[in-house]
């Protein structure tokens, strides 16, 4: 079973549609990343609502864009836990789904004192999200303003998402991440705004990015791909923006900040997503 049987009928248009995961994070700080075979002590633990398709679509919500949800979680603690998290957030659960078939994805996290961490992915629910649960969310896929997708579900329904959502004139956004080598080219071609890390553009063109001319280079060669317009960002050293119209790379710096923990999408998302919910602004007027 996915979502409800009797589904309402959803006349809302969504600003953000994001089909993507949810993980529960399990993270536990120690002094140091213990070795293989050890056992060590940690000093703090905490459960955390993580996978970056959940933490985009909140953050969203968070900026004022009115947002939904399409996933799949597992019919246990954490699944219930995750769907009153959006709910509390201002997040639509309406598709939602919740299984008997898997457990919730989760992510045990440890973190050392020097912020660096080690992380295993059980992807669980999410990669039970399919073609039928995307029939049932065509209607708020194909109305929305902006449709957002990533990898951490299975690629044949990210695709198929985002063929929904373009073949019906919404604006899509797609963060290739976990990037692939060898990624369909399809995805290029049905994705409005292409948005990457220094580290996927390099898997996906071949190009080490480590500066603003190597992130231009990478971003020529995904606008060749078939992107309409391609955002590469570079951490604490900001973003290149590039398009089909405006291939002259254009450099956004951020303010420096210390990161306290860079676990999966600390740091990530708040940049994201604030892309997002302008992009979503500027779409509608």
């Given at each position: 079973m996915s979502f409800p049987a009797n589904l309402p009928s959803d006349s809302v248009v969504y600003d953000v549609v994001v089909v993507g995961s949810c993980m529960t994070d399990l993270v536990s700080y120690t002094p140091r990343l213990p070795k293989a075979g050890e056992t060590i002590h940690g000093h703090k633990f905490f459960i955390g609502f993580g996978g970056k398709g959940a933490n985009q679509c909140i953050q969203a919500a968070r900026l004022g864009a009115k947002s939904a949800m399409v996933s799949k979680v597992g019919k246990d603690s954490f699944g219930d836990n995750y769907i009153e998290n959006f709910k509390s957030n201002g997040v639509?659960?309406?598709?939602?789904?919740?299984?008997?078939?898997?457990?919730?994805?989760?992510?045990?996290?440890?973190?050392?004192?020097?912020?660096?961490?080690?992380?295993?992915i059980v992807a669980g629910a999410n990669l039970l999200l399919n073609s039928e649960d995307l029939e049932r969310a065509s209607q708020v896929i194909?109305?929305?303003?902006?449709?957002v997708c990533q990898l951490e579900i299975r690629p044949a329904i990210t695709l198929e998402a985002l063929k929904i959502a373009h073949?019906?004139?919404?604006?899509?956004?797609?963060?290739?991440?976990?990037?692939?080598?060898?990624?369909?080219?399809?995805?290029?071609?049905?994705?409005?705004?292409?948005?990457?890390?220094?580290?996927e553009a390099e898997i996906l063109t071949g190009i080490e990015v480590s500066n603003v001319d190597h992130a231009g280079k990478?971003?020529?060669?995904?606008?060749?791909k078939g992107c309409c317009s391609v955002i590469i960002t570079l951490g604490a050293e900001g973003s290149v923006l590039m398009s089909l119209d405006k291939r002259t790379p254009h450099y956004i710096p951020?303010?420096?900040?210390?990161?306290?923990?860079?676990?999966?999408?600390?740091?990530?998302?708040?940049?994201?997503?604030?892309?997002?919910?302008i992009l979503a602004w500027n779409w509608t007027k």
């Open positions: 639509s659960t309406v598709y939602v789904g919740q299984t008997d078939e898997a457990s919730t994805g989760v992510a045990p996290i440890t973190v050392n004192d020097e912020g660096q961490n080690a992380i295993i194909g109305c929305a303003k902006v449709v073949k019906a004139g919404a604006k899509t956004i797609f963060n290739p991440a976990p990037a692939v080598a060898d990624l369909d080219p399809e995805f290029y071609k049905e994705t409005d705004v292409f948005c990457c890390n220094e580290t990478a971003g020529s060669i995904l606008l060749e951020t303010r420096k900040a210390k990161a306290v923990d860079t676990t999966v999408t600390a740091l990530w998302v708040p940049w994201h997503s604030t892309w997002l919910t």
